[in-house]
């Protein structure tokens, strides 16, 4: 089956103007994509995450057709995005954290009808959609308020909604959970498990909160200065990375860091100390019970290594 996105030595070079002197400028190249080679299944559920920077953005602006790149080649759903951008328009749903597609003094409901216009969407189609998602988002009792009154966390789910009414097959979300709180976070998490599950939609998720990638997606490429560095899934990557894990214990009182066979203690608060381990090295049984014999023990705990530090670790290494 064809990738649904597909991106092959894409590149993307900018020029630039720097300060060479008092009055003087040069002109210097940048390379905000630098050979990017990926693609992306049919309803799959894809991070891609990188640092400030990293060519994350410009990325999807290529598969938009905002920008077209330097060289190489992209296709999404079958198309070129920089030539048939208006045909690709309506196969595609985006969403931006920091910018709106919705009308900012006008009640929201007439931002959802006027974007029926846009797409030109039947209107009975139009009105189902708008059914089910304002239902799924708990958007009903905000219907009537003008966009600009309603909270961060409603904007999110108004703005998934808009870019979902014309039915998209694809859907890039760029930054979506960017300074929600909690609750919203769970809300617009559980929104897009059950739109890919459900719909079959496929969404390419651009993110610095690592915990989105870690409970929505299957996939996760990374890239670094327009390059891909690791590309797999969390599991693979935690795997390759993140090959520790940390034994938390509670003594019954302080005591200096524990001197124990293939363990390293990384951290010490009063009574409590953490003790990081390769699982290929000893088991946590074992270390259990070396810390045991040293010392009395009252409670104890387990973690796995999470995805900012492996995230963290790839990038150190490089």
Same mark, same amino acid.
Not at 266 to 294: H, K, S, Y
């Given at each position: 089956?064809?990738?649904?996105?597909?991106?092959?030595?894409?590149? %993307?070079?900018?020029?630039?103007?720097?300060?060479?002197?008092?009055?003087?400028?040069?002109?210097?190249?940048?390379?905000?994509?630098?050979?990017?080679?990926?693609?992306?299944?049919?309803?799959?559920?894809?991070?891609?995450?990188?640092?400030?920077?990293?060519? %994350?953005?410009?990325?999807? %602006?290529?598969?938009?057709?905002?920008?077209?790149?330097?060289?190489?080649?992209?296709?999404?759903?079958?198309?070129?995005?920089?030539?048939?951008?208006?045909?690709?328009?309506?196969?595609?749903?985006?969403?931006?954290?920091?910018?709106?597609?919705?009308?900012?003094?006008?009640?929201?409901?007439?931002?959802?009808?006027?974007?029926?216009?846009?797409?030109?969407?039947?209107?009975?189609?139009?009105?189902?959609?708008?059914?089910?998602?304002?239902?799924?988002?708990?958007?009903?009792?905000?219907?009537?308020?003008?966009?600009?009154?309603?909270?961060?966390?409603?904007?999110?789910?108004?703005?998934?909604?808009? =870019?979902?009414?014309?039915?998209?097959?694809?859907?890039?979300?760029?930054?979506?959970?960017?300074?929600?709180?909690?609750?919203?976070?769970?809300?617009?998490?559980?929104?897009?498990?059950?739109?890919?599950?459900?719909?079959?939609?496929?969404?390419?998720?651009?993110?610095?909160?690592?915990?989105?990638?870690?409970?929505?997606?299957?996939?996760?490429?990374?890239?670094?200065?327009?390059?891909?560095?690791?590309?797999?899934?969390?599991?693979?990557? %935690?795997?390759?990375?993140?090959?520790?894990?940390?034994?938390?214990?509670?003594?019954?009182?302080?005591?200096?860091?524990?001197?124990?066979?293939? =363990?390293?203690?990384?951290?010490?608060?009063?009574?409590?100390?953490?003790?990081?381990?390769?699982?290929?090295?000893?088991?946590?049984?074992?270390?259990?019970?070396?810390?045991?014999?040293? =010392?009395?023990?009252?409670?104890?705990?387990?973690?796995?290594?999470?995805?900012?530090?492996?995230?963290?670790?790839?990038?150190?290494?490089?």
């Amino acid at each position: 089956m064809e990738p649904h996105v597909e991106l092959r030595d894409v590149r %993307k070079t900018f020029t630039v103007r720097e300060r060479a002197g008092a009055v003087r400028r040069r002109r210097v190249e940048v390379h905000a994509v630098d050979g990017i080679s990926l693609s992306v299944d049919r309803a799959e559920l894809c991070g891609y995450i990188g640092p400030n920077g990293a060519g %994350k953005s410009t990325t999807i %602006k290529m598969l938009t057709g905002i920008l077209v790149p330097t060289s190489g080649v992209i296709r999404v759903a079958g198309l070129d995005p920089s030539r048939a951008r208006l045909q690709l328009t309506r196969r595609i749903g985006v969403v931006f954290g920091q910018r709106t597609q919705l009308w900012w003094d006008l009640p929201l409901r007439d931002s959802f009808d006027l974007l029926r216009h846009v797409y030109r969407v039947p209107a009975g189609r139009h009105r189902a959609n708008v059914t089910e998602l304002v239902e799924l988002l708990g958007l009903g009792p905000l219907l009537a308020t003008p966009v600009r009154q309603l909270s961060l966390g409603q904007r999110m789910r108004a703005e998934l909604t808009a =870019a979902l009414l014309h039915d998209p097959e694809i859907l890039y979300l760029d930054e979506p959970t960017i300074g929600l709180d909690v609750v919203s976070k769970a809300a617009v998490r559980q929104f897009l498990l059950e739109v890919n599950r459900e719909r079959g939609v496929t969404i390419l998720l651009t993110t610095h909160d690592l915990a989105d990638i870690e409970r929505l997606c299957s996939r996760v490429v990374i890239i670094d200065h327009g390059r891909v560095i690791s590309d797999g899934t969390v599991a693979d990557i %935690k795997s390759r990375f993140g090959d520790h894990r940390t034994l938390v214990v509670d003594l019954a009182e302080p005591t200096a860091p524990l001197v124990v066979d293939h =363990a390293e203690v990384v951290r010490v608060e009063g009574p409590r100390q953490w003790l990081r381990f390769r699982p290929g090295d000893t088991t946590a049984a074992a270390l259990i019970a070396e810390v045991a014999a040293r =010392a009395p023990l009252e409670d104890l705990a387990i973690e796995e290594t999470g995805i900012d530090e492996v995230v963290r670790r790839i990038y150190t290494e490089r």
